[in-house]
């Protein structure tokens, strides 16, 4: 007889796992960046039906962050992100690299990061005033 949980499958394909892993919302997102090359499965790019097995490294390229991760294991369901962190292990050189890249971003912000939607009715003026002048 069996409890009603699904069992642990040996692999997994791809897409699948990146999503069930969180690092990507939908499993057609985490299609689209394996397609274009955003995703290396021991140091080769791959295809998206590709399976994955344990211990396999991964890779994975979000904007600027450069993941590389171990499989640690496999869910079938998407489940919450304090159990999806139990199915990688990032590497030391990955959690260094990404924290280095991280404080650099927050020593030297790129300019004009801070701005959000339109000016007010001060920066218009502002740059009008600056416009004028010129």
């Not at 692999?11 to 690092?23: C, E, P, Q």
């Not at 394996?34 to 904007?63: F, N, P, Q, S």
């Not at 990955?94 to 701005?115: M, T």
């Amino acid at each position: 007889m069996t409890d009603g949980t699904p069992a642990t499958p040996a692999r997994m394909r791809i897409d699948k796992w990146l999503w069930a892993a969180r690092f990507y919302r939908t499993r057609s997102l985490a299609a689209q960046a394996i397609a274009a090359g955003h995703v290396k499965l021991d140091g080769h790019t791959v295809k998206a039906g590709r399976d994955l097995h344990m211990g396999a490294c991964l890779e994975i390229a979000i904007g600027d962050l450069v993941w590389t991760v171990v499989v640690r294991g496999f869910n079938v369901q998407r489940r919450p992100a304090s159990e999806a962190q139990l199915l990688y292990q990032e590497t030391p050189e990955s959690s260094a690299r990404r924290a280095a890249n991280q404080e650099a971003r927050r020593l030297a912000p790129v300019p004009g990061s801070e701005l959000r939607g339109r000016p007010t009715k001060r920066d218009r003026r502002q740059i009008r005033g600056f416009n004028e002048n010129c």
